[in-house]
């Protein structure tokens, strides 16, 4: 079992900048690739950006290349989101999950809710205009 708490959301100007954080707690998340997944009202939960274990491979979608930046901190069992140049479109609340069953190796599943298995409850980003 793992459990995942976000952190790190709120209110902020577009061109602003905000770091969420993933805490992770139950096992080690050194084995694991984390990811993270965003939700807008009304729309369907997207992939935004993974990690592999190693910390050495990361995967971003397009619309936030060059703009958010992904890391992880093992000995905390620590994922970061450091997120600039916000924009009102990136609105939304921002899960982090865990896949501890080595399935995003395989396949698209990387980027599907499918290939993680452990999820946190979310945190509110909201970008104002």
């Known amino acids: 079992q793992v459990h995942v708490v976000e952190s790190g959301g709120g209110l902020v100007q577009a061109g602003d900048s905000l770091r969420l954080s993933c805490a992770a707690s139950?096992?080690?998340?050194?084995?694991?690739?984390m990811g993270w997944f965003r939700q807008a009202p009304g729309k369907e939960r997207e992939f935004v950006v993974a990690i592999r274990w190693s910390g050495s491979s990361s995967d971003y979608s397009d619309s936030v290349k060059g703009r958010f930046t992904i890391s992880r901190d093992n000995a905390k069992n620590t994922v970061y989101l450091q997120m600039n140049s916000l924009k009102p479109e990136d609105t939304a609340v921002y899960y982090c999950?865990?896949?501890?069953?080595?399935?995003?190796?395989?396949?698209?599943?990387?980027?599907?809710?499918?290939?993680?298995?452990?999820w946190g409850q979310g945190t509110q980003v909201t970008v104002s205009s």
């Open positions: 999950a865990v896949d501890t069953r080595g399935r995003t190796a395989y396949s698209d599943n990387l980027y599907r809710l499918t290939g993680y298995d452990y």
């Open positions: 139950g096992r080690t998340i050194n084995t694991y690739t």
